[in-house]
């Protein structure tokens, strides 16, 4: 590749866009390859090493997708932008998914293109500096602990799609490790040497989540004394997470919406738009989809963020994750502490594996850290777990074996849920803030779980 220009195949069948993409590309400097078959664009590529292939997605013979799948299987390092008609949004989706690397929609704009192909063959020159450097190229997934299949699918997942630009949604109940996950999919792409910059849209006021989001210039509202970047502008060139991205008003979301479809946004009273390079991680503890149906988010915005989606179940359905990531907690906690910590006792590893984990991994995580420091011997027993003001059960395992008759879990785990949450807010005095930080979860969060669960109380305090 000589500087930012590269080799580049355009597929299609219909000979004039061969043509128009071809003459637009060489205007450019780029080396361009013609092909309206897939076999022989697969041979293009493998004789000529290209860095990205511009296809279509409806061909006769083999379709666009089947040549993806073989493109990803055979030259994985190659880019794909592929290109789709109104009506396929479905198809392009699933190319995403398949690995592509951007998608763009006929008729598309030349000045569009050129854009994506700049942007993509930087992409592919950082890769390569990666492999030279030994630095990461495939999907970090080192601090995803565990081995239940759940864990292994979404490792696999990371791995296939970290490099490509594709918007990924990652669902699951707080403490689950969303944002690690988010940060496998940063630390695994392309972007790898970018900033990765995360923004909790819960933990702002509406009239303040615009600013954070898209920054603003001064004087644009009362103590605004200087102008000031958003995240998006902080983000550029990597990764940004939204988290919580379901506490987001509808007039945010409108205006999100307009920054992944055109990427450009305006600062909170600016009149010049600003044009940035980002890649869109959301993640929620929420049922989005459910929200669309009761028109609290809206449904343009939803698929547009759902292009990969990710769900992370909590730790009460995979048990089998607990000890490794008990052992895993155990190092680190030990090894900061300065303490000779080195095992569970039998009892404690029973209790370990009875817990429910309400909070799931981030409560495990905080269990863990408590009982070192508690702990002044080489091995942590059950009352270091639940702590010196706690009640030691005496037989925690066999608390939670499924009764002769059968039961319905999920109403046993409503009662667990609802047990817990009404435990905390009676020792924090009903004040919810105080019950969320010693559940481990955000205030939006507690107040949702108390409205879900019909906990009653008049003085209930914020």
Same mark, same amino acid.
């Given at each position: ?32 390859? !013609? ?18 292939? &511009? ?57 569009? &293109? ?59 109940? *707080?403490?689950? =490790? ?23 849209? =819960?933990?702002?006021? !509406? *009239? ?13 509202? *009362? ?21 919580? &991205? ?22 909170? =009273? ?18 989005? $989809? ?77 269990? &863990? ?44 785990? !409503?009662?667990? !849920? ?26 939006? $969060? ?7 669960? =019909? ?8």
């Amino acid at each position: 590749m000589d500087g930012m220009r590269g080799k580049i195949l355009v597929l299609d069948d219909e000979p004039a866009i061969r043509k128009v993409l071809g003459a637009v590309l060489r205007c450019e400097g780029h080396q361009v390859y !013609e092909s309206g078959d897939g076999a022989e664009a697969l041979d293009i590529v493998a004789r000529e090493g290209c860095d990205l292939v &511009i296809q279509d997605l409806r061909m006769p013979g083999m379709d666009g997708l089947r040549f993806l799948a073989l493109l990803k299987e055979r030259h994985p390092e190659v880019l794909s932008i592929v290109i789709t008609a109104f009506g396929t949004w479905e198809t392009a989706v699933e190319a995403m998914r398949l690995g592509a690397y951007d998608h763009v929609r006929k008729p598309f704009d030349t000045d569009e &293109i050129r854009t994506l192909v700049a942007r993509a063959v930087e992409r592919r020159a950082l890769y390569r500096r990666l492999k030279e450097q030994g630095l990461p190229g495939g999907a970090h997934v080192g601090d995803m602990v565990g081995n239940s299949p759940a864990i292994r699918a979404v490792a696999d997942l990371v791995a296939r799609v970290a490099p490509t630009d594709s918007t990924v949604l990652i669902c699951g109940e *707080t403490g689950t =490790g969303k944002e690690m996950v988010a940060k496998a999919f940063h630390y695994g792409s392309m972007r790898a040497f970018e900033p990765f910059v995360a923004v909790n849209c =819960g933990a702002f006021p !509406e *009239t303040l989540l615009e600013s954070e989001l898209f920054g603003h210039v001064r004087g644009a509202f *009362t103590g605004a004394v200087a102008d000031r970047k958003g995240v998006f502008e902080l983000a550029d060139r990597g990764t940004l997470l939204l988290d919580e &991205i379901g506490e987001m008003s509808i007039q945010t979301q409108v205006k999100l919406l307009r920054v992944l479809e055109t990427r450009t946004f305006k600062p909170v =009273g600016g009149m010049k738009e600003r044009t940035v390079d980002v890649r869109l991680i959301a993640s929620t503890n929420r049922d989005l $989809a459910a929200m669309v149906r009761e028109k609290q988010f809206r449904e343009d915005l939803y698929y547009r963020l759902n292009v990969i989606p990710v769900f992370l179940p909590p730790l009460r359905e995979r048990k089998e994750d607990i000890p490794l990531l008990a052992g895993h907690f155990l190092a680190r906690f030990a090894s900061r502490a300065g303490k000779r910590t080195v095992r569970f006792s039998e009892g404690a590893m029973s209790w370990l594996a009875a817990n429910p984990w309400v909070g799931n991994v981030r409560e495990l995580e905080n269990c &863990i850290e408590r009982a070192v420091a508690l702990c002044d011997g080489d091995t942590i027993e059950v009352r270091h777990l639940v702590g010196p003001s706690a009640p030691v059960p005496r037989s925690a395992p066999r608390e939670f074996r499924v009764p002769e008759g059968g039961m319905d879990l999920e109403k046993r785990m !409503e009662e667990i !849920e609802r047990a817990y949450v009404t435990d905390a807010l009676e020792r924090a005095g009903w004040n919810l803030t105080r019950a969320a930080q010693m559940l481990g979860l955000s205030f939006r $969060a507690i107040r949702y779980k108390v409205r879900r669960l =019909g906990i009653e109380r008049r003085e209930m305090i914020p």
